[in-house]
Antibody, heavy 121, light 107 residues
Framework: QLQESGPGLVKPSGTLSLTCAVS?????????WSWVRQRPGKGLEWIGQ???????NYNPSLRSRVTMSIDKSKKQISLNLSSVTAADTAIFYC????????????????WGQGTVVTVSS | DIQMTQSPSSLSASVGDRITITCRAS??????VNWYQHKPGKAPKLLLY???NLEGGVPSRFSGSGSGTEFTLTISSLQREDFETYYC?????????FGQGTKLDIK
């Protein structure tokens, strides 16, 4: 239902561009879409999220380099991470965020399988 | 940023054991905590949301408790398929931070 794709290898100082194809979901006004990464030997790190109107929140640690976008007609979410270094090598996941009811805590209930990105020359 | 301190980082246990994993938040976050199970090479799986609510299809041996700053995930009787890595996550405020993870292995 969520499938990440993109180049598996990116050169240092380049831009990492990933796409998450969404199927079986309607892109409702109540869904937010997150990107999460796991660097080698590390835990999960939230990169940011984008909402139905295109509003976004980014992790301050990456904010200057991250851009997310949403294309409802193509049912895709995109992630761009610029000026990458070897430290950005990771498995990248997209995930759907929703709430059980308005005002309730948001949770990530569907995740893609992840895509491996290596930053190397 | 809200820090989520998860403990222990690793845990050895046997099939049938009852185990508890704890997450402490650096500030009060009501019940804005979720728990995930992660198997290598697989998509993380949501187990519990809003601290205590079991996601559909998740076995009832998983339970969660807590509010404010301290939260627990309990597995009442470990099954072989439970020996994976577990993460808490707060969604009280962005950035939505995860705990460091707890790797559960067979004793």
């Amino acid at each position: 239902q969520l499938q990440e794709s993109g180049p598996g290898l990116v050169k240092p100082s380049g831009t990492l561009s990933l796409t998450c194809a969404v199927s079986s979901f309607s892109f409702s006004s109540k869904e937010w879409w997150s990107w999460v990464r796991q660097r080698p030997g590390k835990g999960l790190e939230w990169i940011g999220q984008i909402g139905p109107s295109g509003s976004s929140n980014y992790n301050p640690s990456l904010r200057s380099r991250v851009t997310m976008s949403i294309d409802k007609s193509k049912k895709q979410i995109s992630l761009n991470l610029s000026s990458v270094t070897a430290a950005d090598t990771a498995i990248f996941y997209c995930a759907r965020g929703r709430r059980a009811a308005t005002g309730d805590p948001l949770f990530l209930d569907y995740w893609g399988q992840g895509t491996v990105v290596t930053v190397s020359s | 940023d809200i820090q989520m301190t998860q403990s222990p980082s690793s845990l050895s246990a046997s099939v049938g054991d009852r185990i508890t994993i704890t997450c402490r938040a650096s500030q009060s976050i009501s019940t804005y905590v979720n728990w995930y199970q992660h198997k290598p090479g697989k998509a993380p799986k949501l187990l519990l949301y809003a601290a205590t609510n079991l996601e559909g299809g998740v076995p009832s041996r998983f339970s969660g408790s807590g509010s404010g700053t301290e939260f627990t995930l309990t597995i009442s009787s470990l099954q072989r398929e439970d020996f994976e890595t577990y993460y808490c996550q707060q969604t009280f405020s962005t950035p939505y931070t995860f705990g460091q993870g707890t790797k559960l292995d067979i004793k």
